[in-house]
């Protein structure tokens, strides 16, 4: 029985003695998948029906591992016509949003509180497994003037 790491649901995969560089090379697939790919995803007629979109995960080593991926862009389906939620897994993450609709998206877990994204936006947001929030950051500039003599 496969099992997965806990945050992010990597398979945990079995030593093959005669080829040991097959499941090094499977995990360093699954990494890099999540650490390049963006997971698209286009609300269909269900969806706007529910109200809601859910993004689940699979666990399986076969399985399409998009939903791990850092980045999630909400495209515009052709049966949307109102603001949603997007209900995301309950694991400890970060993540990238992008809104590439022309309503406003609330990224959330069925649990928790989330944040709403304007029309298209994006932002840099983490989840601590049960509530997601969106990361601001502030800049700070100090303006030196040097007396000129």
Known sequence: MTTYSDNLRIPHLDQNVAQPEIPENTAKNII???LSNVYQYSPN????TN???TITHSDSVTAATNWQSFMIEILEGSDMGQDFPV???TNPRPYIFKNSTSY??????LAGTGFTLASGSNAYAFSDGINIE????????RNYYRKLE
């Open 87 to 89: 209900n995301l897994p």
């Open 134 to 141: 969106k990361l601001e950051f502030g800049f700070r500039c």
């Open 51 to 53: 109200t809601y979109v």
């Open 32 to 34: 890099d998948n999540i």
């Open 104 to 109: 406003i998206i609330t990224f959330k877990t």
């Open 45 to 48: 007629a269900t969806d706007v």
